[in-house]
């Protein structure tokens, strides 16, 4: 089946169903015109037509390949993520100050629900380094903007959001992945996560990874998490990736449907846990903010979650053609 993105309907329903045209109309988002919009959505369903769907069925037939803690994407996977992020769509919403061209949330939400739509296991990905630059840009320190947001928004390095642990699904409360404080004012962080998608991966030289981990000092249950910044590899002061950290992916998952999408299992701290690890400004000591800047970034996550809208347009898109092949017969 080849996917063709339905852009005059995304377009249509975005203007009118979510009222962004009156929105644009009031002047709520500057100059931004719908010549812009239309312009940016179109291009969308391009690469998502002809560059993203081809991936579909070489992911799922070869999948990512696992290897001595290595993940290998499979093929064509780091070609086209490379032009994705050289064409800009990892920073269309995230901030100007930051190398993002700053347009609405909604337009990005269109286009990545193309993404998703022309090949999941591939769409997945970006949107986990889209939330690591929102919580990042909300919470994190200036320093901390300057080392990594300006890789993060260009795409050369990616992000990763890891919650869930073997005991600890739903009931994120019950984390014990922990943080020590280290002499330099950082932290050590030491704890095993799963399901972490594409928490290993070749497609850029570094990952950040973003980690809930519990302090010394916490509190059971959600008013004892922290979050805190982990690099895969630490960057050198020309903001180069350095010495390789101390995390690693253990294993990967084989999900039906997005065998292209590496998920993972991780662990922090074999040799004695992961070092330079910084806390955003979200310690369990702001424990209201800390569960508001978790929700934060996982509202990109809406295109993926609601997966059945991405099926239900496929099989609309599959189901119209098997008509009109019937009514020819």
Not at 106 to 120: F, L, P, Q, T
Request: proline share 6%; hydrophobic share 40%; aromatic share 8%.
């Amino acid at each position: 089946m080849t996917y063709r993105a339905p852009v005059a309907d995304i377009a249509f329903a975005l203007k009118h169903a979510a009222g962004f045209a009156p929105a644009l109309a009031e002047g709520l988002y500057g100059d931004l015109g719908e010549d812009v919009v239309e312009a940016v959505l179109e291009e969308a369903g391009r690469f998502a037509t002809e560059v993203i769907a081809p991936l579909n069925t070489v992911g799922d037939r070869q999948g990512a390949r696992f290897k001595d803690g290595a993940v290998t994407t499979p093929d064509g996977w780091k070609e086209a993520y490379r032009d994705w992020a050289a064409a800009g769509w990892n920073g269309l919403s995230a901030p100007t100050q930051w190398g993002g061209q700053g347009l609405p949330h909604a337009v990005n939400a269109a286009c990545i629900e193309m993404w998703n739509s022309a090949a999941m296991a591939f769409g997945i990905g970006p949107v986990l380094t889209m939330g690591a630059v929102d919580a990042l840009v909300a919470h994190g320190e200036e320093r901390l903007k300057n080392s990594y947001l300006p890789k993060l928004v260009s795409g050369e390095w990616t992000g990763t959001m890891q919650l869930t642990e073997p005991q600890a699904g739903s009931d994120v409360g019950a984390l014990r992945t922990r943080a020590e404080r280290a002499p330099d004012g950082s932290y050590r962080i030491v704890g095993q996560k799963i399901f972490i998608t594409y928490g290993e991966h070749d497609l850029t030289d570094n990952i950040i990874h973003f980690v809930l981990a519990r302090l010394p000092d916490a509190p059971p249950g959600t008013r004892g998490i922290s979050l805190f910044l982990v690099p895969k590899f630490l960057p050198n002061a020309d903001g180069s990736p350095g010495t390789r950290n101390d995390v690693r992916a253990h294993s990967i998952e084989h999900k039906m449907g997005i065998h292209g999408s590496p998920t993972c299992t991780m662990v922090f701290g074999d040799q004695g846990g992961a070092v330079r690890c910084e806390a955003l400004d979200v310690t369990w000591r702001q424990s209201e903010r800390g569960l508001q800047v978790l929700d934060r970034p996982w509202y990109r996550r809406a295109p993926v979650l609601l997966r059945e809208e991405h099926d239900c347009e496929v099989a609309m898109h599959d189901g119209a053609i098997r008509s009109k092949v019937d009514r020819t017969l």
